[in-house]
């Protein structure tokens, strides 16, 4: 299981755990905070993240390219079809859960 998740783009799914320590390095200095203390599902986060994986496949791939990338197009989770439990996914039914009484 990933220690820091999935994420697919345009259904393409990549495992963050296979970033570079170059690669998180400049996210944090992108972010400005420490890995430990990001808050992954941010826009800006998701932002640069796409950034860092896009350009795996195409060199030429910028920032500017990835702020173009559609929000449907960027799912958090386990694979291209996204976590159910990640309300950034997409892929929920958008209802909330009956409260149980227990």
Not at 55 to 69: I, V
Request: charged share 35%; proline share 4%.
């Amino acid at each position: 299981m990933s220690e820091i998740g999935k994420i697919s783009v345009n259904g393409k799914a990549y495992d963050l755990d296979d970033l570079e320590l170059g690669e998180l390095e400049s996210l944090e200095e992108f972010m400005g905070v420490e890995i430990g203390e990001m808050a992954l599902g941010s826009i800006r986060a998701t932002l640069y993240l796409v950034y860092l994986i896009k350009r795996r496949d195409e060199p030429g791939y910028t920032l500017d390219d990835a702020r173009k990338e559609k929000f449907v197009a960027v799912k958090w989770g386990a694979d291209e079809e996204g976590d159910p439990n990640d309300p950034l996914s997409g892929s929920g039914d958008g209802k909330e859960s009956e409260p149980t009484d227990d």
